[in-house]
């Protein structure tokens, strides 16, 4: 079975803050992706990778950076954490294009006081 | 812009009413479309669709595409109270990214 795992599932941080949210899978997937999900607004992509090293923007990078050193991890980062950035981050992988379904985590519930 | 939009955005029926929920989508170099439950964790895999016309089914729900419309529906028959969730579509894009619908809140009473 494909495991995608974030290992932080609350977190309560302050504004101003940096925050690391991991995100490990055990697939070998190129592809990695971060998204953050809020009521009314489904799904948004932060940011994605297609290979070790490389990183997109997706539809609402401001706030946020990515690292992608190994093929397996993908860490979202919030340089200076703020209140609107209360929300679940949800990681996911696939392969390439395949015809395949992404696997998701299981959430990083994070908010920012 | 990429944009996949879902109606309604949210819907109460009584236990063992049919529900259809809606998709359209407009993005660069489709590829698929994807639909996903979401209860309390992390989104999962319905079906997904790349040819139009042809019908999916699981059970007690299906879905088809229709590629000249840009749209997609999601039909679940005789609805049970478990069908209550957060229903996601979603495009899969030349780039290998997947476009995001707002979802739809399915409620099903007793």
């Known amino acids: 079975d494909v495991k995608v795992t974030q290992s932080s599932r609350y977190l309560v941080k302050r504004t101003g803050e940096k925050v690391f949210l991991e995100c490990v899978q055990d697939?070998?997937?190129?592809?990695m992706f971060w998204y953050r999900q809020d009521p009314g607004l489904g799904l948004r992509l932060i940011y994605f990778?297609?290979?070790?090293?490389?990183?997109e923007k997706g539809d609402i990078p401001e706030g946020y950076s990515v690292s992608r050193e190994k093929k397996e991890r993908f860490s979202l980062i919030l340089e200076s954490a703020s209140t609107n950035q209360t929300s679940m981050y949800l990681c996911a992988s696939s392969p390439p294009w395949t015809g395949n379904t992404i696997y998701f985590g299981e959430g990083s519930w994070l908010t920012v006081v | 812009e990429d944009k996949v939009v879902q109606s309604p955005l949210s819907l109460v029926v009584h236990e063992g009413d049919t529900v259809t929920l809606n998709c359209s989508y407009e993005?660069?170099?489709?590829?698929?479309l994807l639909w996903y439950k979401q209860e309390k964790k992390a989104p999962t895999f319905l079906f997904m669709l790349t040819s139009s016309g042809i019908e999916k089914k699981s059970g007690r729900l299906s879905s088809i595409l229709d590629k000249k419309e840009l749209s997609s529906i999601l039909n679940i028959t005789a609805t049970q109270t478990g069908d209550s969730a957060i229903y996601l579509c979603a495009a899969f894009q030349g780039a290998q990214k997947l476009v995001f619908g707002q979802g739809t809140r399915l409620t099903i009473n007793p």
């Open positions: 993005v660069t170099n489709f590829r698929s």
């Open positions: 697939m070998d997937h190129e592809n």
């Open positions: 990778s297609y290979d070790v090293k490389m990183k």
